[in-house]
């Protein structure tokens, strides 16, 4: 089943798509502000957004960049009343892959979401490699050689991370503000625990060390071919 997540603030429009949105077969999430909205885009992996721009909490046009910048590449349709051509182009800007000015045909709308997704599955956010150990940014997917290995969001998320800048020293500091990013308030020592968990699924299984400490420092994900992938029983 496809899920979409629907941002509005709106309870009759917000209602209003959902029960359309139900009828078309697609499961449905909705978040009423673009707070909740930004977790649940990160925790729940939709397969595309529907996002209002006047949001409560932090509006559209962040919600969109933030993602982005998390290197989520959910496609994003807005479904906004504001229909001047500035803010089209800070949408799209921003990230989003799709714009309708309200109020739009239903027709119309679920013609743009279903291009949207069959564009998804011919533009899918590149592999990361690093030696055997695979990660699918955008199905978020994990293999060790040919086994794949179940993580949670979090630890999918530190992951990425570390692969997307193999072979560098990345300190705690780096971590938290490219993960957890500027609203985590809690003990930085998080990382460690994520870290000795990652560790748990990607390596030792597997009788690797790809994922280093560097005392002092950080940690730096490389490539460890020493040995071949060999799953514990």
Same mark, same amino acid.
């Given at each position: 089943m496809v899920k979409i997540l629907v941002i509005e603030d709106d309870d009759t429009t917000a209602e209003a798509l959902v029960r359309g949105l139900e009828r078309e077969h697609f499961t449905v999430e909705r978040a009423d502000n673009g707070t909740d909205g930004l977790w649940l885009a990160s925790e729940s992996h939709p397969d595309l957004i529907l996002l209002? +721009?006047? +949001? &409560? !909490?932090t509006n559209g046009f962040k919600v969109c960049a933030e993602l982005r910048s998390r290197r989520n590449w959910t496609p994003i349709l807005v479904l906004s009343a504001k229909d001047g051509d500035y803010d089209q182009a800070e949408a799209l800007d921003a990230g989003a892959d799709g714009y309708l000015v309200k109020p739009f045909s239903f027709t119309v709308l679920v013609a743009q979401i279903r291009a949207l997704l069959r564009r998804k599955g011919d533009e899918q956010a590149p592999l990361l490699e690093v030696g055997d150990l695979r990660l699918a940014p955008a199905g978020h997917r994990v293999w @060790?050689?040919? @086994?794949?290995i179940t993580l949670t969001a979090r630890q999918f998320e530190v992951l990425e991370f570390l692969m997307g800048r193999a072979g560098t020293v990345q300190s705690k500091d780096? %971590?938290?503000? !490219?993960v957890w990013r500027h609203d985590f308030d809690g003990d &930085?020592? %998080?990382?460690?625990?994520? %870290?000795a968990r990652l560790r748990q699924a990607v390596d030792v299984p597997f009788d690797r060390n790809s994922i280093e400490t560097v005392r002092g420092v950080g940690y730096r994900l490389v490539d460890d071919g020493s040995s071949s992938v060999r799953p514990a029983s």
């Amino acid at each position: 089943m496809v899920k979409i997540l629907v941002i509005e603030d709106d309870d009759t429009t917000a209602e209003a798509l959902v029960r359309g949105l139900e009828r078309e077969h697609f499961t449905v999430e909705r978040a009423d502000n673009g707070t909740d909205g930004l977790w649940l885009a990160s925790e729940s992996h939709p397969d595309l957004i529907l996002l209002d +721009l006047m +949001l &409560p !909490g932090t509006n559209g046009f962040k919600v969109c960049a933030e993602l982005r910048s998390r290197r989520n590449w959910t496609p994003i349709l807005v479904l906004s009343a504001k229909d001047g051509d500035y803010d089209q182009a800070e949408a799209l800007d921003a990230g989003a892959d799709g714009y309708l000015v309200k109020p739009f045909s239903f027709t119309v709308l679920v013609a743009q979401i279903r291009a949207l997704l069959r564009r998804k599955g011919d533009e899918q956010a590149p592999l990361l490699e690093v030696g055997d150990l695979r990660l699918a940014p955008a199905g978020h997917r994990v293999w @060790r050689g040919d @086994r794949e290995i179940t993580l949670t969001a979090r630890q999918f998320e530190v992951l990425e991370f570390l692969m997307g800048r193999a072979g560098t020293v990345q300190s705690k500091d780096a %971590i938290l503000s !490219g993960v957890w990013r500027h609203d985590f308030d809690g003990d &930085p020592n %998080i990382v460690e625990v994520y %870290i000795a968990r990652l560790r748990q699924a990607v390596d030792v299984p597997f009788d690797r060390n790809s994922i280093e400490t560097v005392r002092g420092v950080g940690y730096r994900l490389v490539d460890d071919g020493s040995s071949s992938v060999r799953p514990a029983s």
